[in-house]
């Protein structure tokens, strides 16, 4: 295992343990901008550009996000990485880009859960989708903006 970085925080190994076929793994990532508690996601043209660029990657194959939700000042999504896609870099190149274009501070790395064959994938979903009610940012039934769910996943 690698040393613990100078902060005393450990870095997390978001490499799939070689018994995980790829094409079984969807994963719930969040994603944190350092300063917690202000807007820097939720602005029109940063947001608007985030999930350009979460579509972008999709046409690309780099990612395959089944649900991607922007909140203020972190993000949620169920998503599956490509066969030659390496999760921690693309999920690097990705912040790294939108860093520069927006000055958007993230926090170091990120979070990912493996989603396993006995979870419940919908429920994920729905606690994601829902994250914005939770938040007061909208009403219940509202549609949040800052929301991408490609549409051959909508029933």
């Known amino acids: 295992m690698p040393a613990d970085p100078p902060s005393g925080r450990r870095n997390l190994d978001h490499t799939l343990p070689p018994w995980v076929g790829i094409d079984a793994a969807d994963f719930f990532i969040t994603i944190c901008c350092q ?7 939720c602005l029109p043209r940063v947001g608007d550009s985030l999930l350009e660029s979460a579509r972008f990657y999709l046409a690309q194959r780099k990612w395959f996000p089944f649900v991607f939700l922007l909140m203020p000042d972190h993000l949620h999504l169920i998503v ?3 066969h030659e896609e390496d ?3 693309v999920i690097a ?5 939108h860093a520069k274009q927006h000055g958007i501070v993230w926090q170091r790395g990120f979070f990912d859960h493996r989603l396993r ?4 994938w919908e429920e994920k979903a729905r606690y994601i989708l829902h994250n ?5 940012l909208i009403q219940e039934g509202e549609k949040w903006p800052y929301t991408l ?4 996943l909508i029933p």
């Open 35 to 41: 300063r917690r508690g202000i807007n820097q996601l």
């Open 80 to 82: 599956a990485f490509g």
């Open 87 to 89: 999760m921690a870099k």
């Open 93 to 97: 190149v990705w912040k790294g880009f």
């Open 117 to 120: 064959r006995d979870e419940s």
């Open 132 to 136: 914005p009610v939770r938040a007061g």
């Open 149 to 152: 769910v490609p549409d051959q």
